[in-house]
């Protein structure tokens, strides 16, 4: 259980074009997304939270106007970068908490997606 | 601002020993702890978690440590297998939300 499933896993295209990536829970409601930036060999960062039918709320030095999250649903958020550069190239992985427990003793554990490798030419 | 960070960055384990993975956290305030296990190109997944009013948790071939007194977390695993072999991070969550802080990373090098 606690499946989250992101898309497309992989992306490659052109610098200025803009990206849409997916966040889904599949079997549970996920009232809160995370979205996390990681590059190789590196720690994952945070880049925002939302929150179902509310606006993200962005860490510091993050733009907003430059990446732009939907969680319209309650099963779904989309990260829409755009006009992507080369540096915007990197791996961005989502996930849901709201679910049930993995076996843990949090009240919220996050699931993680598979992540998304987006390449900028 | 606060952090988490690892103090091995590269762990070269023989098959069948056992691994320690160290954390050391800054933030005082925060109530939960995760240990996580990256393989390459996925996302994390979750090994096991810890409330900061426990010491030690068991799951299956691993256990967490916590030390709040010098703010230290440690992720066991015993009999350390060829699957093992991945990057771990521990994760930790302050107080107030729901937001987690991710530390550095150690890679796990598993040798036959």
């Known amino acids: 259980g606690a499946v989250v499933s992101q898309h497309p896993s992989w992306v490659i295209c052109k610098s200025g074009t803009s990206v849409k990536i997916e966040c889904r829970s599949l079997d549970f409601q996920a009232t809160t997304m995370f979205w996390y930036r990681q590059f190789p060999k590196q720690s994952l960062m945070l880049m925002a939270t939302?929150?179902?039918?509310?606006?993200?709320?962005?860490e510091q030095g993050v733009e907003k106007d430059k990446f732009l999250i939907n969680h319209a649903s309650l099963t779904l958020s989309t990260l829409t970068v755009t006009s992507a550069h080369p540096e915007d190239s990197s791996f961005y992985i989502c996930?849901?908490?709201?679910?049930?427990?993995?076996?843990?003793?949090?009240?919220?554990?996050?699931?993680f997606g598979d992540g998304t490798r987006l390449s900028i030419l | 601002g606060e952090s988490v960070g690892l103090h091995l960055p590269t762990l070269s384990v023989q098959e069948g020993d056992n691994s320690i993975i160290n954390c050391a956290y800054s933030?005082?305030?925060?109530?939960?702890f995760i240990w996580y296990k990256q393989e390459s190109g996925k996302g994390p997944q979750f090994i096991i978690d810890i409330r900061s009013n426990m010491d030690k948790r068991q799951g299956q071939r691993v256990t967490v440590l916590l030390n709040k007194t010098v703010k230290h977390l440690s992720l066991q695993i015993a009999a350390t297998q060829p699957g093992d072999s991945a990057v771990y991070f521990c994760a930790e969550k302050g107080a107030a939300g729901n937001k987690l802080t991710f530390g550095g990373g150690t890679r796990v090098l598993v040798k036959p």
């Open positions: 996930s849901a908490s709201g679910g049930f427990r993995t076996g843990g003793v949090g009240n919220q554990p996050q699931h």
């Open positions: 939302s929150n179902e039918g509310s606006k993200a709320t962005y």
């Open positions: 933030n005082s305030a925060s109530d939960y």
